[in-house]
């Protein structure tokens, strides 16, 4: 199974200017001649089922905002109706609901794996990270089935840095958002609570802000040292420990 955009860009590479079904297999058969591919293997049941109980439980947390939205720009207006408010206030809480269900569902499905509890646990454990992020990105990456490193889980994510330079000419620096977008949303709202309770992560955060003088830069880069931080935790299959880099600071000096 590969990226979609890899063919399409090999495809570009070809020198055949029209596309019809013919020419688009006989083209992705060559693609599967000439490259080396890797074999994709089908994730586990409850991998698969947690996936799509987090994406559903993302959804209803963005229109939940929404609705909430809603509610407040109604009860500002000049005279709004009764009925309007009750009617999303209603709903509010149908969606909130559902949430509480998804998160019941979510917690009976692991309690039946011993090792993926295990894992969660260190995830967890995290200054910032909350449960339903941890199970989110262990269900997005397989476990980390695939990673190698943390720059392999960065351009998964999308958090990857894409340069545009050109002899003199300097362009604008980017994330290249290439990757699963699920994952980079998993992170990027717990990145905005680790840099307030996670001593580490605060400290790079403000860093940051002071050499770039820009915020959202400054809070994705958390967002993907906070990924690195959770597949090496998970790697490693050991709890999180907050003063780790004061300790390592100590041992160097």
Not at 26 to 44: D, S, V, Y
Not at 106 to 115: A, Q, R, S, T
Request: hydrophobic share 40%; with cysteine.
């Amino acid at each position: 199974v590969e990226l979609p955009n890899t063919i399409k860009h090999y495809a570009k590479s070809l020198p055949v200017k029209s596309k019809t079904d013919d020419l688009d297999a006989r083209m992705i058969a060559r693609f599967g001649l000439e490259r080396k591919l890797q074999r994709w293997n089908k994730p586990a049941e409850i991998i698969r089922s947690l996936r799509f109980l987090v994406r559903e439980y993302m959804n209803l947390r963005k229109i939940t905002t929404q609705v909430k939205n809603q509610i407040h720009a109604k009860a500002h207006t000049y005279q709004p109706l009764p009925e309007t408010l009750n009617r999303l206030k209603a709903l509010k809480k149908t969606y909130e609901k559902q949430m509480k269900a998804i998160e019941v569902q979510v917690y009976e499905l692991i309690e039946k794996d011993d090792e993926l509890k295990k894992g969660i646990e260190y995830l967890d454990s995290i200054e910032g990270v909350g449960m339903m992020t941890a199970v989110g990105v262990v269900a997005e990456t397989n476990g980390f089935a695939f990673i190698k490193n943390m720059k392999q889980i960065a351009s998964y994510a999308g958090l990857d840095v894409r340069l545009n330079q050109s002899g003199t000419f300097n362009g604008k620096s980017s994330i290249s958002k290439k990757g699963n977008k699920y994952l980079r949303q998993l992170v990027y709202m717990p990145a905005l609570a680790a840099i307030r309770f996670n001593e580490h992560l605060k400290i790079v955060y403000e860093r940051l802000v002071a050499k770039k003088q820009n915020k959202k830069i400054a809070l994705i880069a958390v967002a993907r040292k906070l990924l690195c931080l959770m597949f090496t935790i998970w790697k490693k299959k050991e709890l999180y420990q907050p003063d780790y880099y004061k300790t390592r600071k100590v041992v160097t000096a």
